[in-house]
């Protein structure tokens, strides 16, 4: 298995015991060592054993050398952690501590703080001081608090503070993952679509991440002047040729190209793909002379611009967009890349936020079509069932071929149900379902003069996933739309009818939103008349409670979503916004700006 070969330290979470510093004659902090440091140690095993980077290796967490009792041991251990490179702190205790000579202070780090429910010692009353000093010094923290009361001996988590603790730690770990990692643009704005227009400052103060900008010519340049590795390329047109099959040709006869042209055009797209993984990562075996080229621009996430100036003359991104944004490709199971196409930096940064919380392939779609149940009765015949029902009808979610593989449900999990796996459980199996399930068909002319391939498949299959669109609007900044929902499977003969309508040689995938009572989920129909944009990024499982913990910590309001309220958790400084949460959420990212200005 690869991973992404990108510069940069992975992040780090420090754990903080802090303790009551009396001693004396019956040394209330020796008899509360043990109970500190064994939280810490839980806390820690826990990070261990459920999370991992993106490249699939456990996080690294560590724990403060002594407990913290004063502002000198609170110095060391902030001197500690800054060795150890640590971007994420977890604060625990059992009792009692003083809170603004204990508590983390350091503005750049992402904060939670664990009070442990127990009546010998008031654990409680020191998480509710020391937020409210967060809160007091604007430094927002999570707070975790276990429902139920525990004995002091405790050797477990209670399942709700697991829950807390984890979904603190997947959303800290996406977020500290992105500083100092670049965008990539290879191109520019796309036929007028807002979200290609990059805004470097929104990148920089709200991502601490850089813009880095080359012309789509510099493929050409490459390709001409053999800036690329023959070797990678022999061998991955090899596996494309063995594996990738070629589907129906849906232009007119006359300018269908011919077999020695299509064979040109599938060499084309894969070096050009090689040359993009260049591009974004760099590639030491580049050939001598070429050391600038070598070291690639450090992107966790790029765009290509395509249409029109690139596509009404050479052949379509399509190929390499699908297979970078797909979790392996000739060299096996690896880390996927980000790839957004039309440099939709936007929807961009939405599947690299998604794929850094799971790990997992990212379907890149128009917001294309409503369709409803009467719409469906009329054209195909068909009644609804399922959620597509509950929801009054469902989205055609489909573009060109820029939607992973992964999407098409091919891989099953241990009892046989679909599934889009995390990278690094991708088995070979799964990969050869994967490719059986698509075929690549000629671009359609109508759209892409200069030829290429399109990926073609439907998702089959009903799974849980996760739609969200990142936007920018003027006067406001960020904000987020998530919302929560599933595949729809369709009989074979109500799919095609419908997907012919729009472009029966590009991915397809049928979304029904999990709906509301009432507003902007209710329904399907009121989902895509509330979507805030072309396009949305898809990530399978119903991950949107870590997604707002995530916007958060980023101080991205999120302007619509269907996640059940007892499953929010943000800082709990948001509480002192006001009693509605979404407008709490608005105030405070106000108040708190960018996490990197």
Same mark, same amino acid.
């Given at each position: 298995?690869?991973?992404?070969?990108?510069?940069?330290?992975?992040?780090?979470?420090?754990?903080? $015991?802090? @303790?009551?510093?009396?001693?004396?004659?019956?040394?209330?902090?020796?008899?509360?060592?043990?109970?500190?440091?064994?939280?810490?140690?839980?806390?820690?095993?826990?990070?261990?054993?459920?999370?991992?980077?993106?490249?699939? #290796?456990?996080?690294?967490?560590?724990?403060?050398?002594?407990?913290?009792?004063?502002?000198?041991?609170?110095?060391?251990?902030?001197?500690?952690?800054?060795?150890?490179?640590?971007?994420?702190?977890?604060?625990?205790?059992?009792?009692?501590?003083?809170?603004?000579?204990?508590?983390?202070?350091?503005?750049?780090?992402?904060?939670?703080?664990?009070?442990?429910?127990?009546?010998?010692?008031? !654990?409680?009353?020191?998480?509710?001081?020391?937020?409210?000093?967060?809160?007091?010094?604007?430094?927002?923290?999570?707070?975790?608090?276990?429902?139920?009361?525990?004995?002091?001996?405790?050797?477990?988590? $209670?399942?709700?503070?697991?829950?807390?603790?984890?979904?603190?730690?997947?959303?800290?770990?996406?977020?500290?993952?992105?500083?100092?990692?670049?965008?990539?643009? @290879?191109?520019? =704005?796309?036929?007028?679509? !807002?979200?290609?227009?990059?805004?470097?400052?929104? @990148? %920089?103060?709200?991502?601490?991440?850089?813009?880095?900008?080359?012309?789509?010519?510099?493929?050409?340049?490459?390709?001409?002047?053999?800036?690329?590795?023959?070797?990678?390329?022999?061998?991955?047109?090899?596996?494309?040729?063995?594996?990738?099959?070629?589907?129906?040709?849906?232009?007119?006869?006359?300018? /269908?190209?011919?077999?020695?042209?299509?064979?040109?055009?599938?060499?084309?797209?894969?070096?050009?793909?090689?040359?993009?993984?260049?591009?974004?990562?760099?590639? $030491?075996?580049?050939?001598?002379?070429?050391?600038? %080229?070598?070291?690639?621009?450090?992107?966790?996430?790029?765009?290509?611009?395509?249409?029109?100036?690139?596509?009404?003359?050479?052949?379509?991104?399509?190929?390499?967009?699908?297979?970078?944004?797909?979790?392996?490709?000739?060299?096996?199971?690896?880390?996927?890349?980000?790839?957004?196409?039309?440099?939709?930096?936007?929807?961009?940064?939405?599947?690299?936020?998604?794929?850094?919380?799971?790990?997992?392939?990212? =379907?890149?779609?128009?917001?294309?079509?409503?369709?409803?149940?009467? &719409?469906?009765?009329?054209?195909?015949?068909?009644?609804?069932?399922?959620?597509?029902?509950?929801?009054?009808?469902?989205?055609?979610?489909?573009?060109?071929? &820029?939607?992973?593989?992964?999407?098409?449900?091919?891989?099953?999990?241990?009892?046989?149900?679909?599934?889009?796996? $995390?990278?690094?459980?991708?088995?070979?199996?799964? /990969?050869? *379902?994967?490719?059986?399930?698509?075929?690549?068909?000629?671009?359609?002319?109508?759209?892409?003069?200069?030829?290429?391939?399109?990926?073609?498949?439907?998702?089959?299959?009903?799974?849980?996933?996760?739609?969200?669109?990142?936007?920018?609007?003027?006067?406001?900044?960020?904000?987020?739309?998530?919302? #929560?929902?599933?595949?729809?499977?369709?009989?074979?003969?109500?799919?095609?009818?419908?997907?012919? =309508?729009?472009?029966?040689?590009?991915?397809?995938?049928?979304?029904?939103?999990?709906?509301? %009572?009432?507003?902007?989920?209710?329904?399907?129909? %009121?989902?895509?008349?509330?979507?805030?944009?072309?396009?949305?990024? =898809?990530?399978?499982?119903?991950?949107?409670?870590?997604?707002?913990?995530?916007?958060?910590?980023?101080?991205?309001?999120?302007?619509?979503?269907?996640?059940? #309220?007892?499953?929010?958790?943000?800082?709990?400084?948001?509480?002192?916004?006001?009693?509605?949460?979404?407008?709490?959420?608005?105030? *405070?990212?106000?108040?708190?700006?960018?996490?990197?200005?």
């Amino acid at each position: 298995m690869k991973k992404c070969v990108r510069r940069g330290s992975e992040p780090v979470i420090g754990i903080r $015991p802090v @303790i009551d510093g009396r001693r004396g004659l019956l040394d209330v902090r020796g008899g509360l060592e043990d109970q500190t440091m064994g939280m810490a140690r839980m806390a820690a095993k826990l990070f261990q054993d459920n999370l991992k980077y993106s490249n699939g #290796e456990a996080v690294k967490v560590v724990i403060s050398s002594t407990t913290i009792s004063r502002v000198a041991e609170a110095a060391s251990c902030a001197e500690q952690f800054q060795r150890e490179g640590v971007d994420i702190t977890l604060t625990v205790t059992p009792c009692w501590c003083y809170g603004a000579e204990t508590m983390d202070m350091d503005c750049k780090t992402i904060k939670a703080v664990w009070g442990f429910n127990g009546t010998e010692r008031p !654990g409680a009353v020191y998480l509710a001081s020391v937020l409210a000093t967060h809160a007091q010094k604007g430094l927002p923290a999570f707070g975790i608090y276990g429902r139920d009361v525990q004995s002091a001996d405790a050797a477990d988590i $209670p399942d709700d503070v697991s829950e807390k603790l984890l979904r603190f730690g997947r959303a800290a770990i996406a977020v500290a993952s992105m500083r100092g990692k670049s965008y990539l643009q @290879i191109g520019s =704005i796309c036929m007028g679509i !807002g979200g290609s227009i990059i805004d470097p400052a929104f @990148i %920089e103060e709200y991502l601490g991440m850089r813009v880095e900008s080359v012309d789509e010519v510099e493929i050409i340049r490459r390709m001409s002047e053999n800036i690329y590795d023959e070797e990678e390329f022999i061998k991955a047109f090899t596996w494309v040729k063995e594996n990738c099959r070629e589907g129906y040709d849906k232009n007119p006869k006359q300018i /269908q190209k011919c077999t020695e042209e299509k064979e040109k055009d599938w060499k084309f797209v894969v070096k050009m793909m090689c040359i993009i993984k260049d591009l974004m990562n760099g590639n $030491p075996k580049l050939p001598e002379g070429r050391e600038e %080229e070598r070291l690639g621009h450090n992107a966790i996430a790029a765009g290509f611009q395509g249409q029109r100036q690139w596509t009404d003359f050479y052949p379509n991104c399509d190929f390499a967009e699908a297979l970078l944004n797909t979790s392996f490709d000739w060299n096996g199971a690896r880390e996927q890349y980000i790839l957004a196409t039309e440099n939709d930096v936007l929807n961009g940064l939405s599947m690299l936020f998604m794929k850094l919380l799971t790990h997992r392939s990212q =379907i890149f779609a128009d917001v294309r079509t409503y369709w409803s149940q009467a &719409a469906v009765k009329r054209v195909a015949g068909f009644t609804l069932t399922g959620p597509a029902k509950d929801a009054g009808g469902f989205i055609h979610l489909i573009n060109s071929g &820029a939607a992973c593989l992964d999407a098409s449900g091919a891989s099953k999990d241990a009892s046989g149900l679909p599934v889009m796996k $995390p990278w690094y459980e991708v088995t070979e199996e799964d /990969q050869a *379902a994967m490719l059986k399930a698509t075929n690549w068909c000629a671009a359609d002319n109508g759209y892409f003069r200069g030829g290429g391939y399109s990926s073609r498949f439907e998702t089959k299959e009903e799974m849980p996933v996760t739609m969200i669109r990142l936007n920018l609007v003027k006067g406001l900044g960020p904000v987020m739309q998530i919302v #929560e929902g599933w595949t729809v499977k369709l009989p074979e003969n109500v799919s095609d009818k419908l997907w012919k =309508i729009t472009d029966y040689t590009w991915p397809c995938t049928w979304f029904a939103p999990r709906v509301t %009572e009432a507003g902007p989920c209710s329904s399907a129909y %009121e989902l895509m008349n509330n979507w805030g944009a072309n396009h949305g990024a =898809i990530s399978y499982g119903h991950i949107g409670a870590d997604l707002i913990s995530m916007c958060s910590m980023l101080r991205i309001p999120v302007s619509l979503h269907n996640v059940p #309220e007892s499953k929010i958790f943000r800082p709990s400084c948001w509480n002192s916004f006001g009693m509605d949460k979404e407008g709490q959420d608005y105030r *405070a990212c106000s108040v708190y700006g960018p996490l990197y200005k």
